[in-house]
């Protein structure tokens, strides 16, 4: 017998700037990532990988790997292309046969609302999440969403990697086009997605209670460099603010009393409007789903004490000299971490695991003939996957699946195709689109074997 229940979702996740292409056609509108330009190591974002119009041949080769389970965007461009204006009926037939063909292969669709592209009239308009108008926008295409596709579609999240939003990284993906970017305004779009959230969630509690959604981190493992107190600290308030603050949310329906102080003390407590934490409190979430990749390490040696929450993301991050990196881009690998951070979730909120990103992120090079032998992906994702078995038969903990991200090629988060996650190759390169064809690499029938097991076979 496996030791992951029947019915356990393997599958694969990816964003849809990051994949369809087709940025100006089918009635959509722009986002921000359409007006961005290419630099010598990224791409633009207006091809992707071309599966607006490949899509079922990528469902085919995923079918193949015995995938169950399909994580992706629908881009909220292409179905309103203003964002706060009128719905776009050809945007969201698309999506109505993109869904329809995952359930004809047996691929459960899980959709997710919003991976960073806001629409490019919400950001110049308002200035993305930062404003209480955004918000609404929001919940008004999230709604349409759930009318449209909540008949077919059991799981649903809101917002990808929702804890960076309240971090400095989070003016980039949260339509922040101008301004100061404050500590203030930092936190206040991070409070905003949360309202954006809640409202959702309880919408879709009361009105489609056969769906499930919860909340969706990058959960940042953050070890001490050394067993200096100060290191220790730091770690410890790393995981407070970046992930359990959040995750008391989502679970709990209430913020963190630590960060609630530093908001006292820093008066920023207005940013929380009339009924917003009622609103939260009613929250609940049927799990917690989150990405995983690499750990950190914190050093404070340099940093005065009582340095700030935000001088120890960009000054203390360290090199951790115990565990080996991915070459090219340095994220340590840490597979027993993945195990640690799944069973002390699990431990504290007791609700099931939903691990929807892991991967491993390689330059790779096609020569056109010989099957690419990717045996690093295979040992990243059999080390990942025994800790999470091991979470599951040792700790008790309650997983749901596991997908991996991109397993077919798309660019990377920072448009860079050379970085591929992949376990099938898609030929194109930054500036050359090639012929796009998909070539599965080694790894791709190691992934058969696995699914097939349920695990078993590793």
Known sequence: MSVL????????????????????????????????????????????????????????????????????????????????????????????????????????????????????????????????????????????????????????????????????????????????????????IGHNMMVAHARFSNYLMENYPECKTGGMTTYIEVYPMSAKPNDVFAARKLDEFLNHHLLEAFTNGRYSPEVVAFLKENNFMDMILDGDMEEISKMKSDFISFSYYASQAIDTTGLKDGASIVEYMEKGFTKNPHIEATQGWGWQIDPLGFRNILTKMYNRYQIPMFPIENGI????????????????????????????KDAVQHDGVDVIGYLGWGLIDILSSQGDMRKRYGMVYVNRTNHDLRDMKRVPKKSFYWMQEVTRSNGKKL
């Not at 390689?362 to 080390?383: A, F, K, L, P």
Request: proline fraction near 2%; aromatic fraction near 16%; hydrophobic fraction near 35%.
């Open 361 to 388: 992120g390689v330059q790779e090079e096609w020569d056109g003939v010989n099957e690419i032998q990717d045996d690093y992906r295979i040992e990243y994702h059999r080390n990942h996957i025994q800790n999470m």
């Open 5 to 188: 229940k029947e019915g356990f979702l393997w599958g694969n996740s990816v964003s849809s700037m990051q994949t369809e292409g087709a940025w100006n056609v089918g009635g959509k509108g722009l986002s921000v990532y359409d007006i961005r330009e290419a630099s010598e190591f990224s791409s633009d974002w207006k091809d992707g990988s071309h599966s607006y119009t490949r899509y079922k041949e990528d469902f085919d080769y995923m079918e193949q790997m015995g995938m169950n389970c399909y994580r992706f965007q629908i881009s909220w461009s292409r179905v309103c292309p203003d964002g706060d204006g009128a719905f776009n009926e050809e945007g969201i037939a698309f999506y109505d046969k993109f869904i329809d063909e995952l359930i004809n292969r047996g691929i459960e669709p899980m959709i997710c609302l919003y991976h960073f592209d806001m629409p490019l009239h919400l950001a110049q308009k308002y200035n993305g999440f930062v404003s209480r108008k955004v918000v609404d926008a929001f919940e008004r295409y999230a709604n349409e969403m759930l009318k449209r596709f909540a008949h077919k579609v059991k799981y649903w999240i809101t917002f990808n990697e929702q804890n960076l939003y309240g971090t400095p990284f989070g003016f980039k993906i949260a339509g922040y086009l101008e301004g100061e970017q404050t500590t203030k305004e930092s936190f206040t």
